[in-house]
C-alpha cells in the first residue's frame, strides 16, 4: 500500500501505490491542518462531517477529493496533535499511516519532524 523513508534529516516521505489510498489516509489530517472550513481545522470531526461540507462547495455537489489531491506536507507537530485528538476514531488507514510513522519515526521530537505524502 505505501512506503514510509526518512529522505532527509527529520523529513519523511510517504509513498502511496494509489491517489486513493493516499488521499483517504491523509485527508482528515490535512483538513485538520489547513482546512478552509473553520468547523474542521484545528477541531475534531468525524469523516460525514467532512464529507457533506467538501461536496457542497462542488458545483455538481459530488465529493471529488479523492482525485482532486495528489500529495500533502504535515509537520510532525501538527501530526501528533492530531494523532492525540482522532486516535480513538481513526479509519483503519489512518491506523496504519500512524502505526508506521511512529515505527519510522521513533523517539524523535515531532515538532522536528516533516511528513510528505504522494
Not at 478552509?36 to 460525514?48: S, T
Not at 461540507?53 to 458545483?59: A, Q
Amino acid at each position: 500500500m505505501f512506503k514510509i523513508e526518512e529522505i532527509k534529516l527529520n523529513i519523511y516521505h510517504a509513498e502511496y501505490d494509489t491517489l486513493y489510498n493516499l488521499t483517504s489516509s491523509f485527508m482528515r489530517l490535512q483538513e485538520y491542518y489547513e482546512s478552509p472550513f473553520k468547523e474542521l481545522k484545528g477541531k475534531f470531526f468525524k469523516h460525514e462531517t467532512f464529507f457533506d461540507l467538501y461536496t457542497n462547495l462542488n458545483l455538481n455537489k459530488e465529493f471529488t477529493y479523492f482525485t482532486d489531491w495528489c500529495g500533502f506536507n504535515i509537520p510532525g507537530s501538527t501530526a501528533i496533535n492530531f494523532y492525540k485528538l482522532f486516535k480513538k476514531d481513526f479509519w483503519n488507514k489512518e491506523k496504519i499511516l500512524f502505526k508506521s510513522l511512529k515505527y519510522t519515526i521513533g523517539s524523535k521530537d515531532w515538532s522536528k519532524v516533516y511528513i510528505i505524502g504522494v
